[in-house]
């Protein structure tokens, strides 16, 4: 069963912006976990980019690489997990998906298939 679902990826200018969701089911207990942003580059393994905590107003924690330019936030109501990317590099382009947990795990509770993101002129 899918729990999570990715969406909001594309291909984007150096400089610009993206904004990618997170959809949870309905029956998954989204407001209990902290989330992730993970992202995957071409021919790489995962790096962990940004978390927060269970609260909408949690906590949140960024990888040196992404501090600064990209904005997690979620909203519970509507089980959805956000992210905001801006001032976009080519070395940003990645398969970027979400995960339950604070930090990167292999295999986390539960992790969606991931939305590509591709920066380049």
């Known amino acids: 069963e899918v729990q999570l679902v990715e969406s909001g990826g594309g291909l984007v200018q150096p400089g610009g912006s993206l904004r990618l969701s997170c959809a949870a089911a309905?029956?998954?207990?989204?407001?209990?976990?902290?989330m992730s942003w993970v992202r995957q580059p071409p021919m790489k393994g995962p790096e962990w980019v940004a978390a927060?905590?269970?609260?909408?107003?949690?906590?949140?924690y960024y990888a040196d690489s992404v501090k600064g330019r990209f904005t997690i936030s979620r909203d519970n109501t509507k089980k959805t997990l956000y992210l905001e990317l801006s001032s976009l590099k080519p070395e940003d382009t990645a398969v970027y998906y979400c995960a339950t947990g604070r930090t990167y795990t292999p295999n986390p509770y539960a992790r969606g298939q991931g939305t590509q993101v591709t920066v380049s002129s």
């Open positions: 927060i905590q269970p609260s909408a107003l949690g906590s949140t």
């Open positions: 309905s029956g998954f207990p989204f407001g209990i976990f902290a």
